[in-house]
């Protein structure tokens, strides 16, 4: 007898192979199966008589197999299975390919049902490799004659293995626990769990089916939506150093810099100084296109950070990166005693800590024994690195201020880390140079407030950009070595490290060496990716920042924050590979001075959805309404290039079901309003503690 807990692999007809091309799904129990939803369906209900059927027509016939037999096609090489299938209408032909066992499983005189499309040959009408059920006496059908799910599978395992295991789990779904308040399904009209698991797998009409994706998209979206406000109500209740505002010095430090902030940074630093002068933790998203000055906005937080005692810890996703901020940190406040350190996962941190060493060190030389990550951050008033500042190991004095660029949710565990021992946690502040769809930042980031830098600094042109067609390939060369020959510099993208024959994309190691040696073989070209050694990544990009190469061949490690004002060219290969998010990333690393810089996107792709996709970048340069066009075009899971920690995959809900949004926002407020704690809501309080466990946020 099945349970929600029974393994896979103790079903009826599934073997240890299949079980573990299962387990590649996530698939291992039961319970599993009933929570791998359909990813889209294909109606088969409508019964058409057979003598009704035309060419080219999808549909589904009811009738009697009259002959079946197995054939040789000289042609094709192939096993042929033909059937001649009658109803009192008329007569169709049926050929299936390489499927010689369906002689023993379909007899004459059985009736079964037929799906799939209707082709014509010389011989005339007929079904080509359909779907077949028999049917049965009274029973439901599972793969015909009905709305049929389809699953994303694996590799040697078919959507009808699939649909065979959900279909003998389906009868469980009533034993899953109805977590969500009975006043809610009744507020919002929702229906049970357990009807809508099984309508959402085996619907038995559209209504039903909407009705069940609609539940399933509330729970969904509920538990982020509550999530969200009990993490704000977690920090209201927590305590925060109060930093307060140093007038005189921040005016002294704007008026310093060699250009004049925008309104757009004005405003955001305005807001993060009235959040960090509280007592409550500061929650704060900084939004800002690319190249818009995001980090100078947080170097005045850091600025005022300490000047009132305290310390600031600037965490950023790459190593190049880190080293970037922290050179252009060190410029930046060169006119203050402030004590600055470089943490990253090698630890080989010596030569970059001058700042922070005591005289004596350094006058007996003692430089290279400063490895030491606990004395950097004991020693240093703004500490920079890259994940390695949340090891378990490091404790910081007296931290105040988060800055986390790139990972815009940061869980209660990370929060922890960083705050060690003490009562006190410190502010937080996220950046990103990825701007985020309104329905995204409602659904995601609801526990964050907001602020957006929308302008770019005065003096930069507009970027031009053009999708290069294989035929003008060689133009593209041609005004990449003028550019090179009048002392600018080049970037170019490429999708993988390393060959892949299945995907024939362009790869950086094929990219590196045609470059190279084919068409540049008189310039310097560089490479990067992220399996070289962290001193070999290093290099190639001290390399090129001091234009010791002409070319960069890299990865998307490039694509967040690096800084090459020499650069006016970005290069992307396979660029229908990438989000419209991510090339406007990379178009960003260029145009960052007052030369006139230039985006080339290479595709050999015809798809006309890929080419009006490509068309949005050459027209568009606002990188808000590409995440809004990338959202319509590829889904949430492509506004960023990798997967964020602590957002949730969407399995059923869309960030464009705005009305469920709604509804759910609402469910969520009311709720916390009468129950702050969901104390009187165990089993709520259970399936959110599992929640927050499955997207690291516990």
């Known amino acids: 007898m099945l349970t929600l807990?029974?393994?896979?692999?103790?079903?009826?007809?599934?073997?240890k192979t299949t079980a573990k091309r299962l387990q590649k799904l996530g698939l291992r129990t039961a319970e599993d199966l009933l929570f791998y939803f359909p990813f889209r369906y294909e109606d088969w209900s409508k019964i058409t008589p057979i003598g009704e059927l035309n060419y080219n027509m999808a549909a589904t016939c009811r009738g009697r197999v009259e002959i079946i037999k197995n054939t040789r096609s000289f042609f094709r090489k192939k096993n042929v299975t033909e059937a001649l299938v009658s109803d009192r209408t008329g007569s169709i032909k049926?050929?299936?390919f390489n499927q010689p066992y369906l002689v023993k499983i379909l007899k004459i005189g059985e009736e079964i049902y037929l799906s799939g499309k209707v082709e014509l040959d010389r011989f005339g009408i007929h079904f080509t490799s359909p779907s077949y059920e028999k049917v049965g006496s009274g029973e439901e059908t599972t793969h015909t004659a009905r709305?049929?799910?389809?699953?994303?599978a694996t590799e040697n395992l078919t959507h009808k293995q699939i649909r065979f295991l959900v279909k003998m789990a389906v009868p469980l779904a009533d034993k899953i626990s109805d977590w969500l308040l009975p006043e809610i399904k009744k507020n919002f009209r929702l229906v049970g769990l357990g009807q809508a698991i099984r309508q959402a797998h085996f619907p038995d009409s559209k209504i039903k089916f909407l009705e069940a994706r609609r539940r399933l998209k509330f729970d969904e979206l509920f538990l982020i939506q509550l999530q969200n406000l009990l993490?704000?109500?977690?920090?209201?209740?927590?305590?925060?150093?109060?930093i307060g505002f140093k007038e005189v010095e921040t005016k002294k430090f704007i008026n310093s810099l060699p250009f004049k902030l925008t309104d757009g940074q004005r405003r955001a630093a305005w807001e993060i100084i009235q959040d960090i002068g509280t007592s409550q933790p500061m929650n704060r998203l900084l939004e800002g296109d690319v190249g818009s000055g995001k980090t100078l906005v947080a170097a005045v937080a850091a600025l005022n950070t300490y000047l009132g005692g305290y310390q600031t810890v600037f965490m950023v996703p790459t190593e190049i990166l880190a080293k970037q901020h922290y050179d252009n940190l060190c410029r930046l406040f060169s006119d203050f005693d402030i004590k600055i350190g470089l943490v990253m996962g090698s630890e080989k941190v010596a030569n970059y800590e001058l700042e922070i060493m005591d005289e004596e060190l350094i006058k007996n030389k003692r430089k290279k024994e400063i490895h030491n990550s606990e004395f950097i951050i004991h020693n240093s008033n703004l500490v920079i690195g890259t994940h390695a500042l949340i090891q378990e190991k490091i404790k910081f004095n007296n931290l105040g201020l988060a800055i986390v660029d790139e990972q815009h949710r940061f869980g209660v565990n990370q929060r922890k880390a960083l705050k060690g021992n003490t009562e006190i946690y410190p502010h937080f502040l996220s950046m990103t140079a990825t701007p985020i769809p309104r329905t995204m930042s409602l659904v995601f980031f609801g526990d964050l407030d907001l602020s957006?830098?929308?302008?770019?600094?005065?003096?930069?042109?507009k970027i031009i950009t053009k999708v290069v067609s294989p035929e003008n390939r060689r133009k593209a060369y041609d005004f990449i070595r003028r550019e090179i020959k009048g002392g600018r510099q080049v970037f170019v993208i490429c999708p993988l490290i390393d060959p892949s024959d299945k995907l024939g994309v362009k790869?950086?190691?094929e990219e590196y060496e045609k470059l190279s040696k084919k068409i540049f073989p008189d310039l310097k070209v560089g490479i990067l990716h992220g399996r070289m050694k962290a001193e070999d990544k290093a290099k190639a990009m001290k390399d090129f920042s001091e234009n010791k190469s002409n070319i960069l061949v890299s990865t998307s490690v490039v694509e967040v924050g690096v800084d090459v004002q020499n650069a006016?060219?970005?290069?992307?290969?396979?660029?229908?590979?990438?989000?419209?998010?991510?090339?406007?990333?990379?178009?960003?690393?260029v145009g960052r001075s007052t030369f006139q810089s230039y985006c080339f996107l290479f595709s050999e792709s015809e798809n006309i959805e890929t080419i009006k996709r490509l068309d949005v970048l050459v027209k568009c340069e606002d990188g808000f309404a590409l995440a809004e066009k990338d959202l319509e075009f590829r889904g949430p899971g492509e506004i960023w290039g990798t997967r964020q920690s602590g957002i949730p995959d969407l399995k059923v809900a869309t960030l464009t079901?705005?009305?469920?949004?709604?509804?759910?926002?609402?469910?969520?407020?009311?709720?916390?309003?009468?129950?702050?704690e969901l104390s009187a809501y165990p089993d709520l309080k259970n399936k959110l503690w599992e929640f927050e466990k499955e997207v690291h946020l516990e």
């Open 452 to 461: 957006m830098i929308r302008e770019l600094p005065a003096g930069r042109k």
């Open 147 to 152: 709305i049929v799910p389809i699953y994303s």
């Open 5 to 15: 807990q029974t393994p896979i692999e103790n079903f009826l007809r599934v073997g």
């Open 94 to 96: 049926v050929v299936w």
């Open 657 to 676: 079901d705005y009305q469920v949004i709604k509804e759910t926002k609402t469910a969520a407020e009311n709720l916390i309003k009468k129950d702050p």
């Open 568 to 589: 006016t060219i970005m290069m992307v290969e396979g660029a229908e590979r990438f989000g419209l998010a991510q090339l406007h990333q990379f178009r960003g690393r």
């Open 507 to 509: 790869s950086v190691s």
């Open 231 to 242: 993490l704000k109500n977690r920090l209201k209740k927590s305590q925060a150093p109060v």
